[in-house]
C-alpha cells in the first residue's frame, strides 16, 4: 500500500497510525481504505497493545470527502471503518490537532480516548451543509458532552476549543502545541492495559423533554426555513430513548433524507461556490502581489468607518480622512463606540479595542495618505466629486499604490479615467454595515492590473471578507439584480398587491425582509428628488410626507417606538390614489406572480451579467446574493435556485408577464438544466 494516504508505524507496543491526505485529511475513500486495512493490522497482531490515530498536515480529519456527495458510494463506509476501530479491544487514542470536524469528530469519537493540542478544534458542522453528522455522531455526541451540549454542537454547527472539550469530557487530555505526537504515545502508555477499553456507545444519553423543548423553541427563529437543524435535534432525542444499534438506524434515515434532498444540495453548492469565488480566471494563482501594509480611508462616515474596521481589526494601520473636523471627530467615535459595543458583549477584550484604536490615524488632509498602499474612498456617490477626489490622489498617492472607490453604482473606468494611472485603481464595494457584512465585490476595471485584482482578492481573506470579481456596470452584480425585483415590486403595488403581501412572500420565501422592509430600513428618502411639491411615485409621495422609514417612524408601515411594524392605512390611500389617477384597474395579485415578476427576474437579470461576462460564473452571483444580501442559503442563490425551480417554468413565467428572456437563460431552459 505504498501509495495509500495511511502509513501505521510501530513505537514500541504502541501502533501509530497516520493519515497524509492533504489539504484537510477528508475521509475520502483511499482514506477510508487505509484505516479499515490499519485496524486490521491492529487487531491481529498481539504485539500491539494500543493505537494512536494522527493526521500530518495542517489538520486531523475535517470530514467526509464533501466531493463523494452525490456520486455511487465506494465501500468501506465510514461508519463501518470507525465501528470496527471501535470494537477492537485494545484502546485506540485520537492525537488531534487543527480542526476535527464533521465525520473526522465522529470519527475521534469511536476511539477510546481523545487527547488534542490546545489550538484544536472540535465540531460538527454538517447542519451548515443541509446535513447531519451521519456516522453516529448525533448517537454518541450526547453520550459523552450530555444532550444540552450535544443538541448546540449539531444543530448549530459551530465548533468549539479544545479547552472548552476538555472540561466537556470530549478530550481526555490536552497535551502540549507542537508535541502531539509525543504528548498521545505518553498518554497511550499511561492507558495501555485499560481493559475493558471505554466506548461511547455503551454509556447513556440521558435528558427530561424539557431540555430539547426549550432548544427547539429558543432556536425557532435562527432556524426558520432550514430542515437540518430540526433533523439534528430529532436525532439527539433519539439517542435519549433509543438502545444506541436502534439510534444508528434512526440516524441514518434522517441524514439520508437530508443528502438527498434540495437544501442539502444549495448548502454544498455554497460551500465550494464561496471557494471558488476567490479564483479569478486567465490570472496565475501564483502572481507576485502588492504588499498591503498601510490603508487609507477617505471619508469618515457609515461606510467609510465599518470599511476602516475591517482592516483594524485585521492589525493593518489605517488612516482615515475628512474634510471637518466634527465629522472626523464622530467618525472616529462611532468606530470607537462599535468596538466597545463588541468589547461589552464579550467579544472584544478591552485590550483589544485599544490596540485596534491604536492603529487608527485621523487626519483631515489627503497629503496624509501620501505613504499608504491602498486608498479606499468612501464618500458621496456623486462621479464629480469622486472625479474630483480621485485626480487629487494621483498627485498625493506614491507608484504602485491601489486606488479603490465603494461606489455602488458608477462607472469605475470613468473614475480611472480622472487618474494618470487607471491600471491601479478599482472598485472594493462593501455592503453595509461594512464591518459586518461578508461580502465585497470587487470591480474589475476595463484597465487595471492582474496583480491589483489579485492583491485585493488576497486581501479581502485577511480582512474575512468573502469576495466576488464584478464587471463595470451599473450595480455591478448585487444592485444591478436588485433592479429589476423594485421595479417589479412597485408596479405589482399599483396593480393591487400590498406591501405586506409582497414582504410576506418573500419572507416565506426565506429572505430576511421583503422589498419595502428594506427600504424602510435602508432609508425610503435615498435618492429621492427632495422636492415635495413634485409627487411622480408612491415613493416620492411617502417622502414628501416625511415617511423616509424607520428612522422616521413611517415609510411602508408605521412603526411604534421599539421600531415594530404594523401595515399603514395611510400608505394604503397614497397607493389607491395613485392607482386610481393614473386609471389603473386593481386586481387580485397572486403570491405566485409576486415570485414570478420579483424573482424570476432577477434570475433573467442574472443571466444577462453572466453573458456580458459581468461575473465570472453562476456560482458567483449566488455568493453575492447569500452574503450581500440575506438570500437564504437553503435555496443556494438565484442561479442555483433557477435549476430547482426549473428552468423552463422561469422562462415560461417571464413570458407570460412580456419580459424579454436572456438568450442564455432561453437556451438553459430549452436544454431543461440550471447554470
Ligand atoms: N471534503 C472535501 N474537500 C474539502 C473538505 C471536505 N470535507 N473540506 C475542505 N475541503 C477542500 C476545500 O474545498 C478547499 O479546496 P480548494 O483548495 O480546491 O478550494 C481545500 O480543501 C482547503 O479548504 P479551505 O480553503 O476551506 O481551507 P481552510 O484552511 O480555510 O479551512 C476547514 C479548513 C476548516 C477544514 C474548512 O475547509 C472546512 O470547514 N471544511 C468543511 C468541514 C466540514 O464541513 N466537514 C463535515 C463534512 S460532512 C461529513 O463529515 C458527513 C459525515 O457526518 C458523514
Known sequence: MTDSPISTAKHGDILVVTSDSPPVNALGAAVRIGLDKAFDEAASDDSIKAVVLICAGQTFFAGADITEFGKPPVEPMLPAVIAKMEALDKPVVAAIHGTALGGGLETALCAHYRVAVPSAKLGVPEVKLGLLPGAGGTQRLPRIVGVKAALEMTAKGDPIAAKLANQWGLVDEIVEEGKLLEGALAFAEKIKAVRPVPRISEREAKADADTIEAFRKENARKFRGFDAPAANIACVEAATRLPFAEGLEFERGEFMKLMFGSQSAAQRHIFFAERKASKIDGIASDIALRPIAKVGVIGAGTMGGGITMNFLSAGIPVTIVEQAEEALNRGVGVVRKNYEASAAKGRLTTEQVEKAMGLLTPSLSLDDLADCDLIIEAIFENMDVKKEV?????????????????????????????????????????????????????????????????????????????????????????????????????????????????????????????????????GVDIGWHRDPSRIESIRDALCAEDRWGQKKGAGFYDYDEKRNPTPSARVAEIIEDFRSRSNMPKRDISDQEIIERTLYTMVNEGAMILEEGMAQRASDIDVVWIYGYGWPVYRGGPMFWAGLEGTPKIVEGLKKHGFAVSPLLAEKAEKNEGF
Open 390 to 522: 480621485f485626480g487629487k490622489l494621483d498627485a498625493i498617492a506614491k507608484p504602485g499604490a491601489i486606488l479603490a472607490s465603494n461606489t455602488s453604482y458608477l462607472n469605475v473606468d470613468e473614475i480611472a479615467a480622472s487618474t494618470s494611472r487607471p491600471a491601479d485603481v478599482l472598485g472594493m464595494h462593501f455592503f453595509s454595515p461594512a464591518n459586518v457584512m461578508k461580502l465585497l465585490e470587487v470591480v474589475r476595471g476595463a484597465k487595471t492590473a492582474d496583480d491589483v485584482l489579485a492583491t485585493v482578492m488576497n486581501l479581502s481573506k485577511k480582512i474575512k471578507k468573502v469576495a466576488v470579481v464584478a464587471g463595470v456596470c451599473h450595480g455591478f452584480i448585487g444592485n444591478r439584480m436588485l433592479m429589476p425585483r423594485q421595479v417589479e415590486a412597485n408596479k405589482l403595488l399599483m396593480e393591487g398587491a400590498t406591501p405586506e403581501q409582497i414582504d410576506r412572500v418573500h419572507v416565506e420565501f426565506g429572505m430576511p425582509m421583503g422589498p419595502f422592509q428594506m427600504s424602510d430600513l435602508a
